[in-house]
């Protein structure tokens, strides 16, 4: 005796993806009682729901007690120098994270 069939509209449709066979190797030893596609598939819908996050950029904004200087970076300045009216009156405003997703 098999098991029921499934309605057409619970079927699951079959796709190909390409993978190194080593990698493959390597995942299929991991994986335990479950199968390759559901192990897939468990993978993707945590990454899925959690939102992949790919790059974090942290830039800094310096701005000049004296004069109306700003300037942004993406390292932080060691020197306070100021470009504008040539003092050390450089500060730290804000450091500001982005996430691009």
Do not use: H
Not at 52 to 77: A, M, V
Not at 87 to 93: H, K, R, V
Request: hydrophobic share 30%; net charge positive.
């Amino acid at each position: 005796m098999g098991r029921k069939r499934k309605p057409r509209n619970m079927k699951r449709e079959p796709i190909t993806i390409s993978l190194p066979m080593d990698l493959v190797r390597e995942f299929d030893n991991t994986l335990g009682k479950r199968t390759r596609s559901r192990a897939i598939e468990s993978i993707l819908r945590k990454f899925m729901q959690r939102g992949q996050t790919t790059l974090k950029i942290t830039s800094y904004l310096y701005r000049c007690k004296t004069c109306d200087f700003e300037k942004t970076t993406e390292q932080p300045i060691r020197n306070t120098f100021c470009y504008d009216c040539s003092d050390f009156n450089l500060y730290l405003a804000q450091a500001i994270k982005e996430e691009e997703e």
